[in-house]
């Protein structure tokens, strides 16, 4: 299993402020990504963070918005930017771990729980 | 597109039996998660079937049947910490990324 953490574990912004979550993974994972869960809703990815490039984002979130960084591959950085109080979230890092079909899982880091004034 | 279900609620005696039912219909399938979530904390990974058949991991079990677009949780001899939501996920294709259905919240009385 990967062993994952998240900084911060919560906070609590002002609207207009960006946050940047950081996502820290203790081996070398094959594919990281970024969820979203809405109080009383299940998850909604947000986006796969690619290595040295891009992230892959799905229908209805921006790079303008939550812009991703994936500098290597045990760590990467989610920003929330121009926070409103819609923003109010529980925002998970996730990582795709590979050793066959045996042990092919997705893991979850702890989470970063997000409130906006 | 992606549309999983699963029921929202249910509710079994301590040391019963409790099966929660997961259809999904998906644009490709390479395997069906199933996670427990404790209220405010993080989905924790209970099991993966990519292949027809039951997987058992002592008081939980998940079965998976590709053919049916179905799906199940077993947990056996359930305990008051089994209290919680339990989220189905299918991987689509060739991305890997997870879908969720909403989640079914099993409470567990004495």
């Keep these: 299993s990967a062993v994952i953490s998240q900084k911060p574990s919560r906070d609590i912004c002002q609207r207009g402020t960006s946050l940047t979550i950081q996502c820290q993974v203790d081996s070398q994972v094959t594919m990281m990504f970024w969820y979203r869960q809405q109080p009383g809703q299940s998850l909604t990815l947000i986006a796969t963070a690619n290595q040295g490039s891009e992230a892959t984002y799905e229908s209805g979130f921006v790079i303008d918005k939550f812009p991703i960084s994936r500098p290597n591959l045990t760590f990467s950085t989610l920003t929330v930017s121009n926070m409103s109080p819609e923003d109010s979230s529980i925002y998970l890092c996730s990582v795709r771990t590979s050793g066959g079909s045996s042990t092919d899982t997705q893991y979850f880091g702890p989470g970063t729980r997000l409130t906006v004034l | ?110």
């Design chain 2, 1 to 110: 597109g992606q549309n999983i279900d699963q029921p929202t609620e249910m509710t079994a005696t301590e040391g019963a039996i409790v099966q929660i039912n997961c259809t999904y219909q998906t644009s490709g399938f390479n395997g069906l998660f199933w996670y427990q979530q404790h209220a405010g904390e993080a989905p924790t990974f209970l099991s993966y079937n990519v292949l027809d058949g039951l997987e058992e991991k002592g008081r939980f079990s998940s079965f998976l049947s590709r053919s049916k677009g179905y799906s199940y949780l077993l947990l056996k001899e359930l305990q008051m910490k089994d209290s919680a939501s339990y989220l189905c996920a299918v991987r689509g294709g060739d991305d890997y990324k997870l879908s969720f259905g909403a989640g079914t919240t099993v409470t567990v009385r004495a």
